[in-house]
């Protein structure tokens, strides 16, 4: 979920040069607007998307704690009842449903927005500034600017007003940008009723097979099942902790969309692989599982 001309406060030098063992401060107009996240039961809000190029469109969506959404875009529909995610493409009029991963919406349309859903918002950011104060939509606002690494370097300023509101925000990964300027944000202090978040499939509309995304949570439980406890934060086996995405990543044995060349898919594949080390060899579907999560980038998400 996300959306998209503001200028863009560039943070290159302060992502590239920082390399943190932990969540770095957040200033305190993010700090005070991620608490406000964390204590509202309900958001909801309409906003105008733009991509940077492309036309602008826009996207209404509606928040319950702990893990429910809906959001509508022009193009599509995201409707997550707590447990599994619709997702309606408009165009084609066909909708697919799959298992609930994360209960934090992935879309750019919501970045600033979808830190409703988690306990420690901002947690992997490796940078954090505060900019200039401006006015956007009749709101007086001040720019943060957070940047952190997701398979490649990634900058968000989101728009926030003195009352923790946020009216906005710039995200922009790799070469793609959006600016997102909302018109209407309402927290609250009670649960949405369930009936926003069921999905009923419009007139005509057919079920397509959803095709699973590789992600690192798929591809940990791999690991999980078949690599622990010798690749553990505690044990650690020839230098290597698989127990989570940032030590995995510290091993340097991914090469981003290229499994050929990382380490990690080499010792697992092949006709004689040599880990996991005195069990069975890694089942093809796990095998490519693995192989298709570096190729997609090798996010932690």
Known sequence: MRQRSFSFVILATAVSAVVLAQQVSLPAPLASHAKSMVEAASLTGTATVQPLPGEPMTVSFWFSKPNKYRIETNEKTWVCDGQNVTTYDKASNTYSVATMDSPVPKSVEVWAWASFFEKEPYKYAQAAKTGSKRTVKGHKVTEVTVGWKDGEETLGTAYLDENNVCWGFNYKSGEKEWVVLAEQVTKGDAALEN????????????????????????????????????????????????????????????????????????????????????????TEADQKLISEWIKDGAKGS
Not at 200 to 220: D, I, L, Q
Not at 246 to 267: C, F, R
Request: hydrophobic content about 35%; glycine content about 6%; overall charge positive.
């Open 195 to 282: 009936s926003k978040f069921v999905f009923t499939a419009p007139a005509g509309a057919t079920k397509a097979e959803m095709v699973a995304k590789a992600t690192f949570a798929s591809v940990s439980k791999v690991f999980q099942r078949n690599c622990m406890p010798c690749h553990s934060s505690n044990q650690q086996a020839g230098g290597v902790d698989l127990s989570s995405f940032d030590t995995l990543m510290q091993a340097n044995i991914v090469v981003s969309g290229k499994p050929e060349e990382s380490e990690l898919y080499k010792v697992i594949s092949g006709p004689r692989p040599s880990m996991p080390k005195n069990r069975s060899k890694l």
